[in-house]
């Protein structure tokens, strides 16, 4: 096929596309993978001590012992606490009271006051989380030192430290030491083959509009179906590269372990590209410039991405956005890799979702099809 | 002229766009074998009308046939024709030799043909040193010949020529009349557009074109006896003044 020959030697004989093909994906997952995590270490904690007890000290000494804390600031008063939270200089405060040994004792009910800066509801909650197992903790063994059932300790806010009757231990299933690049490398490999194939595809025909060229393309007897085969199958290829070379960086950088099968791996990606690159000459036939076509562009992968559970579970998002990602193929695939790749799914745990893709993959390669117009 | 065959009819061929006329009741033939010219100032709707002709635009009324197929089925047409615009469209990341072998592809040629037949052409035109060289690298001139050998490379019935000679020295616009002349003794219809008013006496038959409607048809010789005048340019400026503006 004459137009397939064509597009190879126009991608070939461009050293940009040459050196993007291979500069992304490493850039992307040597920085992504490692950079996108939602672990919180270091939470700059201020601490206003008004019991000066060993108690009190016992419990800070196990909080900068943890690696999650650094006690960075003891200021006298909880004005002073709220102006360092509001500056960003500590991220959360605790506050001991004058009774808290006492408290402990059994004499009075003993209470923690507790801010936190919760501009970033993710991190507040994780911190919020790791203090209260410390404290949790901390209780625990008082309780246990000293055989006494009585002094549960409540921080403010909804905490009710309970007492342990029944000791839960976890273990963690398919990522065991809950590493977070484990969680995220197979996103972002969806992030890979999605920006390059959305966006190198789309700017690729729009470009052609642009110089003019596709004008003496459409003047020819050419079929849409040819012209749409010759933009898709070179980008496919490129992106089936790509994916394949961010994966050895995951495995050479980050040690990935891959459960399932390389081939059900390649063959679900494979349906996605189809997809996603129907989508981006759909958006490039709307678009007549290139400046239009990245604005689109953007915006639909921003949203993608975003609402594909990447960050968050798409479980726990409002029923309308579950229901938008029926036709978010990054959803799909997003959880299809992490299943294929962490949990050594096979065929017919994803078949649901390798059907969906299907689907789309097909409604939207059609799209681009039927939008194209060879005349004005 | 007898046995004349009509290779393009055009009938009350109208094209809106919104609540501006681009094309207001053309109707004209051309027949086989003429250098057509369609002559105008910027604006005056004839690339409008070459691009319905090629299929590229929809007509908002009128009937045409374009070698003899229906407007109605415009990918058969385009089997039919080639075609040329304005803006240079060959690829400039591509060599000659593989524009070449694009769209003798795209026509169904085979590889064998291409070959063949790019050599002829390259020889003919003393150009066979620039077939591994880049379209971008090479001049303006040179590539306006080379697109238009390219849009008669597949031997169409009928090719569609939109202002090729726009932004080229005199001395390549007079051997891309050359070539012009050439490929229409090989009986292949030429319809130009032109503003450059010398060009017309090159045609056998021109139309002035003139805020989207026909004002004069005929050889360039009866045109300039029906109206009294020296040059076609002295006759454009009597008939073709748009009303609103000086020409």
């Known amino acids: ?376 | 002229m007898t046995e004349i065959k009509k290779v393009i009819e055009v009938e009350g061929l109208v094209k809106r766009f919104g609540s501006f006329v681009a094309n207001d009741h053309l109707t004209f033939d051309v027949y086989k074998g003429e250098i057509f010219g369609f002559l105008g100032a910027n604006g005056a709707g004839k690339t409008t009308a070459i691009r319905i002709l090629c299929g590229l635009s929809h007509p908002t009324s009128g009937k045409m046939t374009v070698a003899g197929i229906d407007a109605g089925r415009p990918e058969e047409i385009k089997k039919r024709i080639g075609y040329m615009s304005q803006r240079f469209s060959l690829y400039d990341d591509l060599t000659v030799n593989e524009n070449i072998e694009l769209y003798g592809g795209i026509y169904g040629m085979t590889m064998k043909e291409i070959r063949q037949r790019r050599e002829e052409l390259l020889t003919r035109l003393s150009f066979s040193q620039y077939g591994e060289m880049l379209i971008g690298s090479l001049p303006l001139g040179l590539k306006q010949k080379l697109a238009f050998a390219v849009a008669v490379f597949h031997d169409p019935e009928i090719v569609f020529l939109d202002e090729p000679t726009s932004g080229v020295d005199p001395i390549t616009r007079r051997q891309f009349w050359e070539m012009i002349y050439e490929t229409a003794s090989r009986g292949i219809t030429v319809f130009v557009t032109t503003h450059y008013m010398d060009e017309a006496e090159y045609c056998d038959r021109v139309t002035i074109m003139s805020e989207g409607r026909i004002v004069a048809l005929d050889s360039p010789a009866a045109l300039r006896g029906r109206y009294n005048t020296a040059t076609i340019e002295e006759l454009f400026v009597k008939i073709a003044r748009p009303k609103t503006e000086t020409a």
């Not at chain 1, 992504?32 to 001590?49: G, M, N, Q, S, Y």
């Not at chain 1, 506050?95 to 009910?109: C, K, M, N, Q, V």
């Not at chain 1, 595809?201 to 079929?223: C, D, M, S, Y």
Request: one cysteine or more; glycine letters at 6%; charged letters at 15%.
């Open chain 1, 1 to 376: 096929m004459f137009l397939l020959r064509k597009e190879f030697r126009q991608i070939v004989r461009n050293p940009f596309m040459i050196r993007a093909i291979i500069a992304v994906p490493i850039i992307q997952m040597l920085i992504l993978v490692p950079a996108v995590t939602f672990e919180i270490k270091r939470i700059d904690l201020a601490v206003i001590d008004n019991d000066h007890s060993p108690s009190s000290r016992e419990l800070l000494a196990r909080l900068s012992g943890s690696s999650f804390f650094r006690i960075t600031a003891t200021p006298v008063n909880i004005e002073e606490a709220e102006a360092l939270l509001f500056s960003g200089d500590a991220d959360m405060a605790l506050i001991i009271p004058g009774d808290f040994s006492e408290g402990l004792a059994g004499i009075t009910r003993p209470r923690l006051q507790v801010l936190a800066d919760a501009v970033n509801a993710t991190s507040a909650q994780l911190s919020w989380n790791y203090l209260t197992s410390v404290v949790r903790d901390f209780n625990r063994d008082i309780v246990i030192g000293e055989g006494a059932a009585t002094a549960g300790i409540s921080a403010a806010g909804s905490l009710q430290a309970s007492l342990p009757g029944i000791a839960v231990s976890s273990r963690f299933w398919y990522n065991p030491t809950l590493n977070y690049k484990y969680y995220m490398l197979p996103g972002v490999l969806v992030i890979l083959i999605t920006a390059i194939g959305l966006m190198m595809t789309g700017l690729n025909l729009v470009r052609e509009k642009e110089v003019g060229t596709i004008e003496q393309i459409n003047v020819t007897p050419v079929r849409k179906w040819e012209l749409i085969a010759s933009k898709v199958i070179p980008f496919f290829i490129i992106g089936l590269l790509d994916l394949a070379l961010g994966l050895c960086i995951g495995w050479l950088a980050f040690n990935i372990p891959f459960e399932g099968s390389l081939l059900l791996f390649f063959a679900c990606a494979s349906i996605f590209l189809v997809a996603v690159l129907g989508l981006a000459l759909f958006f490039s036939t709307m678009a007549s410039t290139q400046q239009q076509f990245l604005f689109v562009a953007f915006f639909f992968v921003m949203i993608f991405i975003l609402m594909s559970g990447i960050f968050t579970p798409t479980e726990s998002m409002p029923v309308w956005a579950q229901q938008f990602n029926w036709v978010n193929p990054v959803a799909y695939l997003m959880r299809i890799n992490r299943m294929v790749m962490l949990k050594g799914a096979g065929f017919h745990d994803i078949a649901r979702d390798v059907g969906m893709l299907t689907v789309l993959a097909v409604a939207f390669i059609t799209l681009a099809i039927r939008a194209y117009r060879k005349r004005a």
